[in-house]
């Protein structure tokens, strides 16, 4: 059994890490901290663990973290993982960070979108940008594996076909995306009161995923890719709809399109396209995705436009956040990709 | 008092309609009607209603109607108002139809968006569209006005500004809508426990309401302007959002972009302008117009892209329905504007 | 005009207030005051008053308020009131206190139910509880009313009339209330993720209401009543659900238990009886309620065990609270008591 | 591997049972019926399940599955299953029933609570009433097994070891439960836009499930016991709350009570005790088990009436229905009772 820990894990994504890693067949759960409830039992910060494990939150100790755990789960909040991830990496661990502190290739970046200065930007190069869907290969021999944004994992899986077989214009790419409250983490949400009911534009411009879609799609069409993103917080708990929407550079029939998409993600056990002219379900929606690791994806084609509507959808905390944590592990482990990620969607929710 | 008939009285526009009318200082409610509950108490129906009348449900009469209204609003589904606003017409009665069967000039737009041939084309000449903010002198003249849809107005005011003054890439404009569950009206709503949740796109490409908004941004362009529109179901009862996605044509400041919207709108009593750095409310958000008549409108700047998104919110069944319908009778019958609309949004809820 | 303070403007409370104040015929706002806030404008913070009212807020001056007020709300925690109001009240102007202050009529109920002593017990006598279907003859002639807790109220509404009457049985009257977020006020919310979708017992035992529902129940019976409350948070945002399970103490045929209603209440401008065997709205339920002062009222029969289910409603931030300042105000002022309170319910929303 | 079959498959309760089945390991689905979907698959009505499986719908023909399934689910709508199950009895199969048809033991109650005649009395003695907590070792050797009401089942267990120990006033019994939309099956739904933010009392007296409760309640006691119960519907899609409120006949302790539910729940997997006095989850509340199995049970104590609030919470679609139904086939068929059920609640959601 692979002996994980679990660092930050009071928050929404450390509990949902840890509520994967209860049930999954191949590790065991070594050590979990957290600064404020060292001592406490798990389950009564994280009430749905309740009869699942006795374990208690410890101080994070490196040493204890290399002596206890071959894999170590990083879920602090952005700007705070750079220090333990350091230190981790440095003791020889692997490490898959679910901040956003190794997303990013280069200095520069972090200026950009995040507006501080990497401390340690000479370790960005040994992080691999966990998107199994991208680059199975590279996580498979990586030791540190930086997960993706939730809305930059969401909607680059759309994308990424249309720039790799260069369809779309590259200069009027919109990402329109729909999120719900337990993105913003535990530490950061909005009173109910004030948050049910929202359709609320947050950052129409500038927002920090895009900078990851951008290395992403930028690296796949061996150009600068410019992506023009803009979130929106409505009234769900969880899951995220990603509108990308694309003009087309040349006429090209739908049966052709969903040509690439198979091609592209024929064989990926966590990508579902998503075709249906009748029925309940004939473009993505997160709301048939809750609890699963997901990515639905399909699209719809305005002649009069010439534009190309991929749509994708995945709950935050699983494919967004958790369950990519729990897939990048199985790759870098060995472990069938599937382990511990066989959960269908919970409908209706 | 004005005496006032609505037809239709019995969905959630109507109801909307009633609820503004039974509070009205100028109008008095002469008759109401409704197919499937004659004889009913209007407020068995519509429970908000209860103390405020005791009207019953009449049949649909048009000989009556005319007799006993100077204004009637009909509010019955799209393609079964066709017949009904002709009747009322001939006999000389002023008609506020809040249906789609008289917002579009011509036959082929009717074939286009609707699919279907409009019984009576010489009459759509006589429509004036009931958006005042666009035609108020024209509609103070009219007999029959038809109220915009809920979406196409919503977007198209935050338009309008942009391409009056030319400034923005009239190739690739994408309005990409939110709206709640009210919008689906009385008759066809998904059940809450499908619909609850949801983040759910319908009709991506080739929604009926852009067929509205291309009318009128042509009209004011001078051309023909092309708007790529997709609306998406979310977890609200009432509220519209449409993020209006634009390219600038050329660097325009940020004051330069304010001051074109006063120009346009400072003296509209039912349009704000949202700007604000800090606080609540940064950007539109229909949860803070909740039963009011406003439509709320914003922008920000996407530096990087050149683009300008320009957003803009409303009550659904107030500013994109009975409020507009309100509003223009207003307009018709030399009220102030304002009159039975002097609702503040209701916050939080 | 009569000339209004509110102090406290800031949250849910003070705003619901001055949303009825800014459209109230009889009154103008001359001050509002919020510790946090000075010098902003209030819209800022109460979004949608927006195009209402271009107020600052002040700091809280009792001289100023004196000199620009006839009456005062105070719209401040429980707690920070009591000595607010005895400040006010010495300077001989009107107040409603929409705090728990000054609801209760001696220093012991304040010890159990609030487990603090309250520093100026000799003015609770000075003090009328605020619910004008009980009280109204002493609100015309009071300077400090006190508005009554939210679900207090609509509670202590549906069960008055069983109680004057005498039939039944005292000593199990069980109030299971259900209540939306917004009762907790804008300081102390919990977070969307976290509150949305709860059905979650708050205080089984023990809710500071139960102290006011028992001394009104009390003072009509004329004997010591105990009430059983326990309340829950469901997932709404503005809403109380009154459902109040009693036990006859003798057969009683429905159409006098219907008759004795509307003897108490027939009256009534803000109560309305609800019955109906078919339709929408059979039972008392918040949804239909929304943004207006109605408590709506109705029971059933459970012949098998001879109990009484009597039903009540309301929006807790109008009936329960600013609805029923300012009707009290209405009262004590000798408005019309319907004067800035003719809101429908929004429906649906 | 066990051969299943699953009649009714189209609903939600169908849904639910079969998103269970395809990953529990000792299972195969051999057959899925629903009369409007012939032919069609699976994953076209229940979305949730695409990829998991590539079953299509069949007819119900009572031959075929009797020879391709070992244990056949019914979750056919009430009234409907009396033929159905009485079919397969007969030819030897096992059966699990969803619907109500078999729960209550006679035919007076039937007439009673439902209104109407069954037409297989003889065969009620030859089911067993499906909750392993009361039942198990009938469970174990029973051909027909019924699944419990989802509301019944919830609070029964909350009431179960008071009637027990005798130490509750059973004269004064009340059952208020809150429950989610998709309680109401998929076929029977109320619009989204009406439903949305309800607290709505239905039923408020002689509720079906009542019948349910008296029963397995009288049989603990080996007297005719009574139970109050009214049910309300509330704004989430799954979820029940039910707040037993009970009359201690004699002064007990609170830690004598926990004894009692350790006693009589300490060994049962599905049935969690919930006690805390500060975190997040001091009482039960179905926002922390949705998607999960278990029944959360805690009290909570008022003094001042000697009332006994014993609070009891389930995921209507888990432990109220597919959950039980699972459970019920791991006792059946000699697998661990957890085996398929090993699910956490899914938290935030």
Redesign the interface.
């Known amino acids: 059994m692979l002996k994980v820990g679990v660092v930050g894990a009071s928050g929404?994504v450390g509990?949902e890490t840890l509520?994967l890693l209860?049930?999954h067949p191949d590790v065991e759960i070594s050590m979990v901290t957290s600064r404020q409830h060292v001592g406490e039992y798990l389950h009564?910060?994280?009430?749905?663990?309740?009869?699942?494990t006795d374990l208690t939150f410890s101080e994070l100790d490196y040493d204890k973290l290399t002596d206890k755990c071959d894999v170590v789960f990083t879920a602090v909040p952005h700007g705070t993982a750079t220090e333990i991830v350091k230190a981790l990496y440095d003791r020889g661990i692997k490490i898959i960070d679910l901040s956003a502190d190794y997303r990013l290739h280069n200095q520069e970046a972090y200026d950009k979108w995040y507006g501080w200065e990497h401390p340690h930007p000479d370790y960005l190069a040994k992080s691999v940008f966990g998107v199994p869907e991208l680059h199975r290969e590279q996580i498979k021999k990586a030791q540190l594996v930086s997960c993706p944004g939730c809305m930059a994992v969401t909607s680059m899986l759309a994308l990424a076909p249309l720039i790799r077989n260069d369809i779309i214009d590259t200069e009027?790419i919109?990402v329109?995306s729909?999120i719900?409250?337990?993105g913003?983490g535990?530490g950061s949400?909005?009173?109910?009161?004030?948050?049910?009911?929202?359709?609320?534009?947050?950052k129409?411009?500038?927002h920090r995923h895009t900078g990851e879609i951008e290395q992403e799609l930028s690296e796949i069409a061996g150009k600068k890719i410019?992506v023009?993103m803009?979130p929106?917080a409505?009234?769900?708990?969880?899951?995220?709809?990603c509108?990308n929407?694309t003009?087309l550079k040349k006429d090209i029939e739908e049966k052709e399109l969903w040509k690439l998409y198979r091609q592209a993600y024929g064989e990926e056990?966590f990508i579902?396209l998503?075709r249906?002219k009748k029925?309940?379900?004939k473009?993505?929606?997160?709301?048939?995705l809750?609890?699963?690791n997901?990515c639905d994806i399909g699209f719809?084609?305005?002649?009069?436009?010439n534009?190309l509507?991929a749509?994708s959808?995945s709950d935050n905390l699983m494919k967004g956040a958790a369950g990519s944590a729990i897939q990048n592990m199985n790759v870098m482990c060995g472990f069938d990709e599937m382990d511990g990620l066989?959960?269908?969607?919970?409908?209706?929710?």
């Open positions: 929404y509990g509520r209860v049930n009564r910060i994280q009430p749905s663990l309740k009869g699942f009027h919109i329109d729909k719900g409250s337990s913003a535990s949400g909005t009173a109910h009161a004030m948050r049910a009911g929202v359709i609320r534009p947050y129409p411009a500038k410019r023009s803009s929106h409505v009234d769900v708990v969880r899951g995220i709809l509108t929407h003009f056990k579902r998503i249906d029925g309940l379900y473009f993505p929606d997160p709301k048939f809750v609890g699963s997901f719809d084609i305005d002649e009069d436009n534009r509507i749509m959808a066989r959960y269908t969607p919970l409908t209706p929710v």
